[in-house]
């Protein structure tokens, strides 16, 4: 084994010692080595593992604020009368959606309501043309098509059943399941 | 799969359903002379208790169509079953202009037989006698039969109270899934039958031109599909499974092809199915809404809802030549058409301010008329003779049905006791 120089030497002692206080004085330069090993993989292991618990409690924070976010904005989207056309706050509530989607690999339902206002048929298709905005704002967003199935419902399952905008309001809608 | 069987169950069951959900007639308006008739209840020869008061459901048919101001039983003089019992003095008496008498009778315990006689009480001369026959449970379906021949007689227009309407009911269910249910009753919304039963939409019922087979839309798998049934034996088969919209199916006059709105292919456009090889033919083809096909009675052209002049308006396909052109051009909603038989009188839901009403626009003179002054009329569907349009309306919070005839001087509304009752669809002449 070369002989390390007495400066050299007198460090690694001071190491040695540093974290293996309860070695004993017998100490010879091959002991001395594997200490210094030991004591450096430890120091690895332990700064990789502490890395890893705070990475995954970052990812965890951030995933329970992308619920969180999702939480908050609800998922049901709202319109106005006879339009398919996003409104700000339901482009809001979508990009809270969309960052979480984008974080993990699960598939939506988009069912497309309408109010009961004009004919059974034509708000069938109204309602599909309200899911599919949501869908290709999804896509515009880096959603997969495969992930989406939209399903219309036109008018004939309502939230709301009276009539007047205060429940017409209400019916003009995307939900997102 | 188990959810399915027990819906085919219910289909195949044809489970009657309780006097709560059955339609009842109320007569709103009529006409400012209508005719003055006598129907004299009819003589029962047979044993037993009477199976039906023939008489009444004549008397009732009579009443609603509006033409006819019935006599009360209680103001007749006589109750002549005979031509020798009928004196004419009786019914001036009364200003009766017509009599209906009748005997009913029935043999084997199954067999009905009615004989009817209908006179002129101001000429005093016969001038209708005939007889309906046909197994006693059918005795209003043969009272009605009645009812038409003498309809036909004193209006010069065939009669269509033998016929049946088909309607879908909604119960509500607050904070859970409705319950929806197709229901096949006779015009006069008697004899409720439920023929599906489901807590996922049901809708846009329609007949076969033979009246035996209907199609619907059904979302008992999640999304919605055409499906169509058979009325004898209960049988039905899923015709369409595609991505995206499956809807407003609608037999050809011929029988051997179904209209229908397609969303596959990107939006919603009209396509013809081939009912023998289910192959598919495309007829719009345009980014707009195309919906709620409808065929003209020569089978030669469709008519549909399009929004591709910005809003909802009448278009017609030409199936010889292809050529698309646009009908209804009064209003800015003008959708849902349904052509009467006589290819001239078209009734749709037309809007007009705030309300959706049903209107009858004529296409020999493109006159629109508005037929409804309720606000959220939709759903019109002709009778096969043409004269009265059922129609589906709001009265109050609830969905009820009412009729109105195609001049708009007759009214009458067929609230349900409970639920919300819609989509009603008046089905052709029955092959006897």
């Known amino acids: 084994m070369k002989q390390l120089p007495v400066a050299g030497k007198t460090l690694t002692l001071l190491f040695a010692a540093a974290f293996l206080v309860a070695c004993s004085s017998k100490d010879t330069k091959e002991a001395d080595a594997a200490a210094v090993a030991a004591a450096e993989a430890e120091a690895r292991s332990m700064a990789e593992r502490s890395a890893a618990t705070a990475a995954a409690n970052a990812a965890n924070a951030e995933q329970q604020r992308l619920q969180d976010a999702v939480a908050a904005a609800g998922n049901v989207f ?3 009368y006879d339009s398919s056309t996003l409104t700000p706050q339901a482009q809001d509530a979508l990009d809270a959606h969309i960052a979480l989607l984008n974080n993990n690999d699960r598939s939506v339902r988009l069912e497309g309501h309408t109010d009961e206002r004009g004919t059974r048929e034509y708000n069938m298709a109204l309602g599909e043309r309200r899911a599919n905005a949501v869908r ?18 036109g008018e004939e399952q309502p939230v709301a059943y009276g009539s007047g905008e205060a429940n017409w309001s209400q019916n003009r809608r995307v939900e997102l399941k | 799969m188990k959810h399915m069987s027990a819906l085919l169950l219910a289909a195949l069951m044809l489970v009657s359903i309780g ?3 059955q339609l009842v007639i109320e007569i709103t308006q009529g006409r400012d002379n209508p005719t003055a008739i006598a129907v004299a209840p009819f003589a029962w020869q047979g044993t037993g208790p009477v199976p039906e008061d023939v008489a009444q459901v004549i008397d009732d048919d009579l009443a609603r169509s509006g033409q006819f101001d019935p006599v009360a039983r209680g103001d ?3 109750r002549p079953s005979s031509q020798q019992e009928v004196f004419y003095r009786d019914w001036q008496a009364i200003n009766a202009e017509y009599l209906l008498i009748g005997r009913v009778n029935v043999t084997d315990e199954v067999q009905m037989r009615i004989e009817y006689e209908l ?15 046909g197994h006693v449970n059918e005795a209003r379906m043969l009272s009605h039969r009645v009812a038409d021949e003498v309809y036909q007689q004193l209006t010069g227009t065939r ?3 033998a016929t049946r309407l088909l309607y879908v009911s909604v119960t509500r269910v607050p904070n859970g899934k409705d319950y929806f249910r197709l229901t096949l009753a006779d015009s006069d919304g008697a004899r409720p039958i439920v023929l599906l039963e489901s807590r996922e939409p049901i809708l846009a019922p329609s007949w076969s031109p033979d009246g035996k087979e209907i199609a619907y839309v059904s979302f008992e798998t999640s999304r919605p599909a055409i499906f169509r049934q058979d009325l004898a034996s209960g049988a039905r088969e899923q015709l369409t499974n595609f991505r995206g919209l499956n809807s407003a199916p609608a037999w050809s006059p011929d029988g051997n092809t179904m209209a229908m709105v397609l969303s596959k292919d990107g939006n919603p456009d009209i396509y013809l199915m081939d009912l023998g090889t289910r192959r598919l033919t495309r007829i719009t083809r345009h980014y707009a809404i195309d919906t709620e096909p409808t065929w003209m009675p020569d089978g030669n052209a469709l008519l549909f809802t399009s929004d591709r002049g910005g809003r909802p308006q009448i278009y017609r396909y030409d199936l010889r030549s292809g050529a698309t052109t646009r009908v209804t051009f009064e209003g800015s909603y003008n959708a849902r058409p349904r052509m009467a038989q006589d290819g001239r009188n078209l009734v749709l839901v037309h809007r007009s301010g ?5 209107a009858l626009y004529d296409m020999e003179t493109s006159r629109l008329q508005i037929l409804t002054n309720t606000e959220l009329d939709e759903s019109p569907s002709i009778a096969p003779n043409g004269s009265m349009v059922l129609y589906a309306t709001k009265s109050g919070d609830r969905g009820i049905l ?18 919300d009752v819609r989509e009603p669809a008046w089905s052709p002449y029955m092959s006897r």
């Open chain 2, 19 to 21: 006097t709560r959900a």
């Open chain 2, 402 to 419: 009412a009729a109105v005839s195609v001049d708009g001087g007759v009214k009458f509304r067929l609230p349900a006791r409970e639920g």
């Open chain 2, 354 to 358: 705030e309300g959706f009403h049903i």
């Open chain 1, 136 to 153: 290709d704002y999804m896509g515009v967003s880096g959603i997969a098509s495969y992930r989406i199935e939209t399903v219309s419902y």
């Open chain 2, 119 to 133: 006179f002129d009480v101001a000429r005093q001369t016969r001038v209708l006698n005939g007889y309906e026959e």
């Open chain 2, 76 to 78: 007749m003089l006589g």
């Open chain 2, 159 to 161: 009669g269509a109270f």
């Open chain 1, 78 to 80: 709202y319109f106005e």
